[in-house]
């Protein structure tokens, strides 16, 4: 089936570091994919949608000077989380959209700690 | 705005004991409605999808049913390795939009 592999899966940095976190489609092409953000107890709340070749779009009150979005080929994209600060730990989750019955495939999530 | 709402927000059985979770929905378009699991510090794992109000579908313990309004997960005889956080996730508008989300029912099963 189709698989999204998210690395890393859990990453702990400075304060005003920036982290990056891919997301690699392995047997599928992703022309879209789908950053979520979790905090605790809360659902995934959509950050951004990236697409293949072109701009990213940001959810309202989603900074994208803050949260870089790549997309530059059909199986690859990234999330840079620049000049991270504690607020920012979180855990961030992708998702690619249209696989099979199911609709949607699911990195297993990175769980990111500013200290 | 659409939303969708979660009840309750935690929930906890002895094992056996038959229950179901609520998700209730206000949106426009709905085109599909969508259960998942969700262990701690992972990914959401799919269960279900559900298009039509009145469809249901099954897989093992768990039973998801659809209505205009909303949907229910129906866990029957659960086991502790039931436990786990179920998101419920609509999809609107078209094929290939973002899902929105519900913020979950955390299911704790005792044995």
């Known amino acids: 089936g189709a698989v999204v592999s998210q690395h890393p899966s859990r990453v702990i940095c400075k304060s005003g570091t920036s982290v990056k976190i891919e997301c690699r489609s392995l047997d599928f092409q992703a022309t879209t994919m789908f950053w979520y953000r979790q905090f605790p107890k809360q659902s995934l709340m959509l950050m951004a949608t990236s697409n293949e070749g072109s701009k990213a779009t940001y959810e309202q009150g989603v900074e994208k000077d803050k949260f870089l979005i790549n997309h530059a080929s059909l199986t690859l994209s990234t999330l840079t989380v620049t000049s991270a600060h504690p607020e920012d730990s979180s855990f961030y989750i992708c998702?690619?959209?249209?696989?099979?019955?199911?609709?949607?495939?699911f990195g297993s999530g990175t769980r990111l700690t500013v200290v | 705005e659409d939303q969708v709402t979660q009840s309750p927000e935690a929930l906890r059985l002895q094992e056996g004991e038959s229950s179901s979770l609520n998700c209730s929905y206000t949106?426009?378009?709905?085109?599909?409605l969508f259960w998942y699991r969700q262990d701690p510090g992972k990914g959401p794992e799919f269960l279900f999808t559900l298009y039509s109000a009145g469809e249901e579908k099954e897989k093992e313990r768990l039973k998801a049913t659809l209505t205009k309004k909303e949907s229910f997960l129906h866990i029957t005889a659960p086991k502790p390795e039931d436990s786990a956080t179920y998101l419920c996730?609509?999809?609107?508008?078209?094929?290939?939009?973002?899902?929105?989300f519900g913020k979950g029912t955390t299911l704790s099963v005792s044995s």
């Open positions: 998702s690619a959209p249209g696989q099979g019955a199911r609709g949607y495939t």
């Open positions: 996730a609509v999809q609107i508008n078209q094929a290939g939009t973002a899902l929105i």
């Open positions: 949106v426009s378009g709905l085109r599909g």
